[in-house]
């Protein structure tokens, strides 16, 4: 056995190329704990049915951001970071919820190398049960059918952490210097939305959007922001108002400045490079919107992998 500590960030993933698109909304519209479709005998075929309506207009926005999620790569960017910082005694590996490498992947390659002790690291900062809930049921789930038996350590929140907050708070910053007067921009945090009814569960993931809000703004200072829900993915309710129905009424109350800032991801994937930069940019231009910008994601962001490193080295077992 060995004496190091495995690190496992879960993600997550994207399709790696535009063939992997359906394969991919199939396991995300298979999975019952982001969304309940019928009965669950009935959801694979349901699921089926809105998966081969989806997946060509999907495979449209990936194509338009270079044919494939870049999630992986960054992903595996943010560990190589983590490893260097974290040094030998640890070993990090990427676990993908609906893409590879999958938890099995992962779960395989820390028993190869015989480390037993786990530190279990999910990169959504804020909790949720459709998210990280999915992801460490998962784990949960290839566990027991593995009979392994690991040691294990959870960190499924980090949405007030110090250097999250600090690395957040620097790109908001950094995004109000490209405008020529910051009191004439609109601060736009845009949260991933999340159906209402996990929050009326109990879901805690509304309450970490709005802190995480607070504490970044605490650092930027005096300036005009709102909060807004993007990238709604059913019919049912989910947590309003919408980016977009804001960003136009933004632009009729004559607001012509707008910096997004998307919370609830550590790295870019579709919904930055598409959703907010091609299709809510060319909305905001249609509304007479003169400048839109988005802060950058914080994907390798040394403030960023300062703030895990630190997650992983103060993880109470
Ligand atoms: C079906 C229900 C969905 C819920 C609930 C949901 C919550 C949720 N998702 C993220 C983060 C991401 N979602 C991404 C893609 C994506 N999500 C859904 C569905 C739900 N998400 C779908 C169907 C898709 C695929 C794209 C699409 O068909 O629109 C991604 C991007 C992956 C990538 O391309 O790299 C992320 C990240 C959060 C944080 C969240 C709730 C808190
Ligand atoms: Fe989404
Ligand atoms: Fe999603």
């Not at 396991?27 to 349901?46: A, E, H, M, V, W």
């Not at 690991?150 to 110090?162: C, G, M, S, W």
């Not at 650092?219 to 990238?231: I, K, P, R, W």
Request: proline share 5%; net charge neutral.
């Amino acid at each position: 056995m060995s004496e190091k500590t495995a690190v496992l960030l879960l993600q997550m993933g994207g399709p790696d190329s535009l063939d992997a698109v359906h394969p991919f909304l199939m396991n995300l519209f298979t999975d019952r704990d982001i969304i309940k479709i019928g009965p669950s005998f009935l959801q694979p075929f349901i699921a089926r049915r809105i998966v081969n309506k989806r997946a060509p207009h999907v495979a449209e926005y990936y194509r338009q951001i270079g044919g494939k999620s870049p999630i992986r790569e960054l992903t595996e960017a943010q560990r190589e970071g983590l490893q260097a910082l974290l040094g030998e005694n640890y070993r990090c590996f990427v676990a993908m919820r609906y893409s590879r490498p999958s938890t099995i992947d992962a779960l395989a390659a820390i028993k190869r190398e015989g480390i037993r002790r786990v530190v279990v690291l999910s990169l959504y900062p804020h909790y949720s049960k459709a998210t990280t809930g999915s992801s460490v049921n998962e784990l949960q789930r290839v566990l027991k059918e593995a009979r392994a038996d690991f040691e294990l350590t959870f960190i499924d929140r980090f949405y007030d952490h110090p250097l999250y907050i600090k690395a957040l708070a620097g790109k908001v910053m950094r995004g109000l210097q490209a405008f020529p007067d910051r009191k004439d921009v609109q601060i736009v945090f845009s949260a991933h939305s999340l159906p209402q009814s996990f929050i009326d569960e109990g879901d805690p993931y509304l309450d970490h959007i709005q802190e995480t809000r607070r504490l970044v703004m605490e650092q930027v200072g005096e300036a005009n922001h709102l909060l807004c829900f993007q990238s709604k993915a059913s019919r049912v309710k989910w947590l309003e108002p919408s980016t977009e129905a804001t960003i136009e009424k933004l632009a009729k109350e004559g607001k012509r400045n707008l910096l997004m800032v998307p919370l609830s991801f550590v790295s870019d994937h579709i919904e930055t490079l598409y959703e907010i930069d091609i299709q809510y940019g060319e909305e905001a231009k249609g509304y007479g919107i003169e400048r839109f910008e988005r802060i950058e994601s914080l994907n390798s962001d040394p403030i960023f992998l300062d703030c895990l490193a630190d997650l992983v080295r103060t993880a109470k077992a």
